[in-house]
């Protein structure tokens, strides 16, 4: 028995000991599976972090291949004391399932119900088939897009692929500006005696400040545009310089189009569905051989002219000026986007195992619970719910049930 300390009168009278109830650790399953998309090199963790979870008490299986296009060889993760699992029918029946595109129509069929999936969404690009599928397997689904930290009130896995994204952007203009691939053969940046070149971006979020970051580290003359002098304000003390920044102004874009030689596209927006940014008619405008690299091709990309692309063919030319839409740009670096993948996952499964479950760890942890869209076979997310055509129900309310 404990004895109250405020004022005079608590201190006489006694007060309820308060007993640390304890979390009963749960050991887990948890499949690391291989991609099957051909465009995605990715794999969702690196073989320490796989060692981290095995030394924590958990069972790690990893399909058969899934490092091979990251230069993860099988042996790796069988040092770090994962085992090679390969029926990919043993994977999808774990308790826990990691990748990082959404399973596809097979692999879902596999998936056995009341399973955590952890996985990108894809909000423009999944079928409404795929959430009544999750559903109906009462599984509980979290999008690394949606997941936030609770302490930063960030989303770590997104805000970690923006700045790969946006410094990647950069290095994908360079190479399409020079020789090797038929670009008019200048070098992004600038020399003595040479005017830099000129770099257009729209967006003043994480991917545009690594663009600009990376374009002014080479020499380039920096533009940016975004649609709110507050983002722009803070991207400019972000920098530590002054560089020219405009709202969306048509007018001050198109003329600043027609003089770029790189323009690149990070204009998001939270996962809705919007307009393009650019305009067929402006992109008609540009230099000859100047490069277009949009980063939004999620949400349908920021220029009219926009067509999704692959890494395999990642380029196409309309009039005159060379596309870059690929999607998945992390992919092209796909080692660096594992370790991100790792470092973040790696911890929450931890605290997963840690806390007992789940249906614990999600009354517990609210950047998690932001991150679930189907939780226990029912829509939480709003958003998704709206575009599918499907009711949806507030998480919080739904906690009291489990």
Known sequence: ME?????????????????????????????IAKESAPDETRVAMAPH??????????EVFVEAGAGERTHFADQKYVDQGAIIEPVKSNIYACDVVVKVLPPNEEE????????VLFSSYDVNLQPRQYIEKLMELKITAIGFEFYKDSHDDVYPIIQSFSEIS????ILIAAEYLSNAHGGKGEMLGGISGISPTDVVILGAGTAAEYAARTAMGLGASVKVFDKSINRL????HRLGTKIFTSVLQPLVLLKALRSADVVVGALYENGRVRDYIVSEDSIKQMKPNSVIVDLCMN?????????????ANPTFNKYGVVHYCVPNIPAKVSRTATYVL??????????????GGINQMVKENAGLRAGVYVYNGILTNEVIGNRLGLPSQDINLLLAAF
Do not use: Y
Request: include cysteine; hydrophobic fraction near 35%.
């Open 3 to 31: 004895w109250g300390s405020k004022g005079v009168l608590g201190n006489l009278m006694p007060c309820e000991e308060m007993l640390e109830v304890g979390h009963q650790r749960k050991k887990l399953r948890i499949a």
């Open 49 to 58: 972090s796989v060692g981290f979870l095995v030394n924590c008490g958990h």
């Open 108 to 115: 879902l069929s596999l998936m056995k119900g009341r399973q």
């Open 166 to 169: 946006g410094t990647t952007s």
């Open 233 to 236: 304000r803070e991207l400019q």
């Open 299 to 311: 949400q349908g990309g920021c220029f009219e002219t926009s067509e999704v692309t692959s890494l």
């Open 342 to 355: 790792s470092n973040i996952l790696g911890q929450i499964i931890i605290e997963l195992g840690d806390t």
